[in-house]
């Protein structure tokens, strides 16, 4: 029994020794093998002995050290936002992002070996700079007459595009320090400060993402909203039924976040002015605050103040006549849950001949305006009721299962039916995003580079995500009784 005992701690005692002796090789697996490969690349660059002989150059296939699994701790914590994360999990994210960058260099052939100052003449060849690629010589020009650099406090757009579809797209504020967080990874405020809009940037996960500058229809989209806004196509044909030019007078009526403020302020221009009242505080403010915040982004985008012809109040129009004396509109627009009931305070202060475009979400409100004009017997004459709808379409060549485009072939009247019937079943078509690789599929297509215009068939078609009803417009115009 002593026997038995004794033989079964010295199997457990070598065990334990194997598996110490494993634990140790695979730590040291990564640093003996990144050694293995800075000594090939020396033996390469200086073991020649003849100097006419040619330089010998380095094989990017060799056997590297293996890429570290990740956690589960670090999974989650890569899609999580920064803001989410304790700080012990940053701190731990920031010590394995150097280690994990160096190794994806090395598995990607572009680390940039060591070597001596006496062999600094003999191996540039073997040196990949990957930014020397991207960055333009020093001394270009890198912008156009006009053109400005991206500087803190700018409002951006970042999207990423994916067959057709739009996988992500954010906007945000560049602040010194701060990071663009996506599930495909991180991008710097710092690194998109001083660039050029309009370009793609690579995420930590090596994801190239588009960022550049946000449009004013963007902004009213993307922007913090109180209530609902209204959609720039239909703010485009409120604006045209308004006829709103240069130093006009106009009155807004429920500015819930400023979007329709915002289209305003830029058709009066500096001339005009924009009155816009809203009646719940808290919408108030919202508006104030979506208004500002797009004058900043402009002044630092042009150089130039926005201007300041928007005059925000709270008050409500159907009692707020002390409000609206003394002042004269060229154009009215409301965006309210009954707008009859400021018919009768607002028409007496509109322009003979002006025009009030009125937004409605359903048509039982339209019913009760025009029975609200009816009964209290406005001199405002119904023109138009219309409902604005947009539909997007894709457009794209026509791609083989290869990858290469379709070609278009005139039509063989000896050609056999049935032959034709099986060449177009072998050709996939599909809508593909016009992209980096649309340039790299012509070349494939036509190796030569002789691709002759219209010989590429597109396809053509609806998409499948369409804009629904947002509202109707009500074209009301003044008449002198």
Not at 199 to 223: A, D, K, W
């Amino acid at each position: 029994m002593a026997v038995q005992i004794r033989n079964t701690g010295l199997l457990v005692i070598q065990r334990l020794v194997r598996a110490g002796k494993s634990t140790a090789g695979h730590l040291n697996y990564m640093d003996v093998s990144q050694n293995i490969y800075k000594r090939g690349l020396r033996t390469s660059t200086c073991g020649r002995l003849d100097e006419n002989e040619p330089k010998t150059t380095v094989s990017r296939n060799i056997p590297l050290s293996r890429r570290r699994p990740l956690s589960p701790l670090e999974r989650i914590s890569t899609l999580l936002p920064e803001d989410s994360l304790t700080p012990e999990v940053i701190q731990l994210r920031d010590q394995n992002q150097p280690h994990e960058q160096r190794q994806d260099d090395i598995m990607a052939g572009t680390l940039t070996h060591e070597l001596s100052p006496e062999n600094d003449q003999t191996g540039p060849d073997l040196v990949h700079d990957s930014d020397s690629e991207s960055e333009p010589a020093e001394g270009a020009s890198t912008t156009l007459p006009g053109e400005s650099l991206l500087s803190h406090g700018e409002l951006l757009i970042a999207e990423l595009r994916k067959k057709s579809c739009v996988e992500f797209r954010k906007m945000f504020k560049l602040q010194a320090g701060e990071r663009l967080h996506s599930s495909w990874g991180y991008i710097a405020h710092d690194d998109v400060v001083g660039r050029t809009p309009g370009r793609f940037f690579r995420t930590s996960m090596g994801i190239s993402i588009f960022i550049r500058r946000v449009s004013l229809e963007e902004y009213v989209l993307f922007m913090r909203r109180a209530p609902v806004i209204t959609y720039p196509k239909d703010m485009a044909s409120m604006l045209m039924m308004m006829d709103v030019t240069e130093g006009d007078s106009v009155l807004d009526s429920g500015s819930g976040s400023g979007a329709m403020s915002l289209f305003l302020s830029r058709a009066v221009g500096s001339k005009g002015r924009v009155l816009s009242v809203e009646v719940r505080e808290d919408h108030h403010k919202r508006a104030v605050l979506n208004y500002e915040r797009w004058r900043t982004s402009w002044r630092l985008r042009h150089g130039e103040d926005w201007p300041d012809n928007v005059r925000y109040c709270v008050a409500d129009l159907s009692t707020a006549s002390t409000l609206l004396s003394g002042h004269g509109f060229n154009s009215v627009a409301l965006d309210l849950i009954n707008p009859q009931l400021v018919l009768e305070s607002v028409t007496p202060h509109l322009h003979p001949g002006g025009v009030c475009a009125v937004y409605l979400a359903n048509i039982t409100q339209v019913i009760d305006l025009l029975e609200g004009i009816r009964c209290a017997r406005v001199s405002l004459l119904c023109e138009r009721i219309i409902e604005i709808p947009v539909r997007d379409w894709l457009v794209a060549p026509a791609i083989q299962k290869d990858g290469r485009f379709c070609v278009r072939r005139a039509p063989n009247p000896g050609e056999a039916q049935s032959q034709q019937e099986v060449d177009d079943d072998e050709a996939e078509e599909e809508i593909t995003d016009t992209d980096h690789r649309v340039q790299d599929l012509i070349s494939s297509s036509d190796p030569e580079g002789n691709a002759t215009f219209g010989s590429v068939p597109y396809i053509a078609r609806p998409h499948p995500e369409q804009m629904s009803h947002t509202a109707f417009l009500v074209k009301l115009r003044k008449y002198c009784p």
